[in-house]
């Protein structure tokens, strides 16, 4: 991850989820009355978002799109047409985010290859997805697909959390959406 650090820093990169630049951010949109926008890309989001990118594993990112539309409220029959169509408008949806939050960045504890491997057995959609997160969305940042945006990590709500008074205090009203929490 230090190569894509030292990046010419287009797209800025914060792995630490607890970092106030975060909230700076926001607060600043805020501020200027500006929109503004996070997305978080986790194990399922990078699944999908990345499917068809890594030719050498064709049956494991096909098992886990399945895998991940099948576990959805309003799931559908899905074939490889609309895998890449969600694919395709999942990355549409980054190009308008100021922040993306993307699983992996950060880490609480080192994980050693037996930990990985338990994991990867147990549910392979969710260590995958974690690799592929790491790897591709640093891989677009050093294209310059995410110019003049932020990349942190999916773990980005503890720096709100933890600074909310600070940003409530900022105006009188915030709009705030969550999506698929599970709180």
Do not use: C
Not at 47 to 52: A, I
Not at 125 to 149: C, E, P, T, W
Request: charged residues 20%; hydrophobic residues 45%; aromatic residues 12%.
């Amino acid at each position: 991850m230090e190569k894509y650090l030292l990046h010419k820093q287009i797209t800025k990169i914060i792995p630490d989820p607890f970092s106030i630049e975060i909230v700076d951010y926001i607060k600043s949109a805020v501020l200027s009355e500006k929109a503004f926008s996070v997305i978080r890309i986790g194990d399922g989001e990078i699944n999908l978002l990345s499917y068809n990118v890594y030719s050498s594993t064709p049956y494991l990112n096909s098992y886990v799109v399945e895998k991940i539309v099948a576990m959805q409220k309003d799931s559908f029959a899905i074939n490889s047409l609309w895998k890449i169509i969600i694919s395709d408008l999942m990355m549409e949806s980054l190009l308008y985010a100021d922040i993306i939050g993307v699983i992996g960045l950060w880490r609480q504890k080192k994980a050693d290859s037996q930990d990985l491997v338990k994991h990867f057995v147990k549910d392979p959609r969710g260590i995958s997805g974690h690799y592929h997160a790491i790897d591709h969305m640093l891989y677009l940042a050093d294209q310059g697909v995410f110019n003049n945006k932020i990349l942190t990590s999916a773990h980005l709500y503890f720096s709100i959390l933890e600074n909310l008074n600070n940003l409530i205090s900022v105006e009188k009203k915030i709009l705030l959406f969550l999506i698929g929490m599970w709180w």
